[in-house]
T-cell receptor, first 113, second 115 residues
Framework: GDSVTQMEGPVTLSEEAFLTINCTYT??????LFWYVQYPGEGLQLLLK?????DKGSNKGFEATYRKETTSFHLEKGSVQVSDSAVYFC????????????FGQGTTLQVKP | GAGVSQSPSNKVTEKGKDVELRCDPI?????LYWYRQSLGQGLEFLIY????????KSGLPSDRFSAERTGGSVSTLTIQRTQQEDSAVYLC?????????????FGEGSWLTVV
């Protein structure tokens, strides 16, 4: 079945460091891909998305490119801040308007000053 | 309302009791989802409603779990004879009709503790 695999955390970085969180997927058809973020004590919110191959999603300095050839959607940010500390979830959604989100296990990011 | 609303936000119950968790989706959203997030675990899909179609119940972990959606809006997730392993955050989400790239919006969750 469809699945998402994320790199295991926690990831600990110093402020202004470069961030990469790897995400690969297995899916039949052509999924849409998402990154969701969960800040401490808050609900899950969409960070960015891409709906077809080679699309790049971006938001708040984060980027991810839909790579069909490597079935990947890695999350990157050039310079992280303490406020980026959160749990990041990669997810896919197949189907037209009937698909559910399938999530990876989540990666905890801790940014130290 | 502006977002997906869930209640209660926190619930402590005794093992063996039944609990009901409520979700009020974003107005106009025809799709509604329930997920479970256990400590140290990822997000586990439970059930999905889309309009008047039969719900996708493929994620419900046992027959103690059920959900209904009345009038195409509010949904209730019921857990009967709760067990300690049911302790988790139960997340509700909704989305509008459209392609698979449409955003799914999540509520803040109901934190269930079974003692």
């Amino acid at each position: 079945g469809d699945s998402v695999t994320q790199m295991e955390g926690p990831v600990t970085l110093s402020e202004e460091a470069f961030l990469t969180i790897n995400c690969t997927y297995t899916a039949t058809g052509y999924p849409s891909l998402f990154w969701y973020v969960q800040y401490p004590g808050e609900g899950l919110q969409l960070l960015l998305k891409a709906t077809k191959a080679d699309d790049k999603g971006s938001n708040k300095g984060f980027e991810a490119t839909y790579r069909k050839e490597t079935t990947s959607f890695h999350l990157e940010k050039g310079s992280v801040q303490v406020s980026d500390s959160a749990v990041y979830f990669c997810a896919l959604r197949t189907g037209s308007n009937t698909g559910k989100l399938i999530f990876g296990q989540g990666t905890t990011l801790q940014v130290k000053p | 309302g502006a977002g997906v609303s869930q209640s209660p936000s926190n619930k402590v119950t005794e093992k063996g009791k039944d609990v009901e968790l409520r979700c009020d989706p974003i107005s106009g959203h025809t799709a509604l989802y329930w997920y479970r997030q256990s400590l140290g675990q990822g997000l586990e899909f439970l059930i999905y409603f889309q309009g008047n179609s039969a719900p996708d119940k493929s994620g419900l972990p046992s027959d103690r779990f059920s959900a209904e959606r009345t009038g195409g809006s509010v949904s209730t997730l019921t857990i009967q004879r709760t067990q300690q392993e049911d302790s988790a955050v139960y997340l509700c989400a909704s989305s509008s009709p459209g392609p698979s790239g449409n955003t799914i919006y999540f509520g803040e969750g109901s934190w269930l503790t079974v003692v």
